[in-house]
Structure formats: structure tokens, C-alpha cells
Nanobody, 127 residues
Framework: QVQLVESGGGLVQAGGSLRLSCAAS????????MGWFRQAPGTQRELVAA???????TYTDSVKGRFTISRDSAKNTVNLQMNSLKLEDTAVYYC?????????????????????WGQGTQVTVSS
């Protein structure tokens, strides 16, 4: 049974940092593109960052220079280092595995192109 489990969320003051981790089990995802999405109440799920099977990364504009996505294929994990956090980063963060074979499709931001979702981890940034 495939399972993705996120961890590392919590409450942090604006300007602080958090590191999210996503541990996959039940299957090896080293050949898959993976992404971190977030969803705040009343908003659509947004692709925050994605990483290709070969380590290419992409970020949504609002987090460029502040967030870093990485993966450890040997450990079947994907991480999201979040620095200089802002109030607007508050959301539930999800990791997911892209079902698309192409990197271009994986970066389009469409959640329907992703399967195997984690349960999410809450990130709350306070002033």
C-alpha cells in the first residue's frame, strides 16, 4: 500500500523557518516527479514547488528565493525548506507524486496530474 506522510508543519512567527518532510512507503518514487502543494481555506490547491526525477526544480513566484525543494531518492523522501515565512504562507501543505511522464506536465500546477497524496500538514505563520 502506497503511503505519503508529511511532517514538520507547525506554528511559526513571520520571518521564521520550517522544514517539511514527506516520507513515501510502499513504492519507490525515484523515477517520478514530485511536488508540494498548499491550500488555504477558501482557495484552490496551489503547486508551490516541484522536483523532477533528475532533480530539476521549479517554484511558484511567491516563494522563489525563500523555499527550497529537495529529494533523497535513497530514503524515498521529499523535503521543503521554507525560510522567511510570511503570513500568506499559512495553509495546509501536501506532498504528491506526479502521474505525468513529462516534466512540463508536472509543472503545470494541475492537482489532477498528481496522485498519491499525503494527508497534509498545517503551516501557520503568525505576526
Amino acid at each position: 500500500q502506497v503511503q505519503l506522510v508529511e511532517s514538520g508543519g507547525g506554528l511559526v512567527q513571520a520571518g521564521g523557518s520550517l522544514r517539511l518532510s514527506c516520507a513515501a512507503s510502499g513504492r519507490t518514487f525515484s523515477n517520478y516527479h514530485m511536488g508540494w502543494f498548499r491550500q488555504a481555506p477558501g482557495t484552490q490547491r496551489e503547486l508551490v514547488a516541484a522536483i523532477s526525477s533528475s532533480g530539476i526544480t521549479t517554484y511558484t513566484d511567491s516563494v522563489k528565493g525563500r523555499f527550497t525543494i529537495s529529494r533523497d531518492s535513497a530514503k524515498n523522501t521529499v523535503n521543503l525548506q521554507m525560510n522567511s515565512l510570511k503570513l500568506e504562507d499559512t495553509a495546509v501543505y501536501y506532498c504528491a507524486v506526479s502521474l505525468s511522464s513529462t516534466w512540463q506536465a508536472a509543472t503545470m500546477g494541475d492537482p489532477r496530474r498528481y496522485g498519491y497524496w499525503g494527508q497534509g500538514t498545517q503551516v501557520t505563520v503568525s505576526s
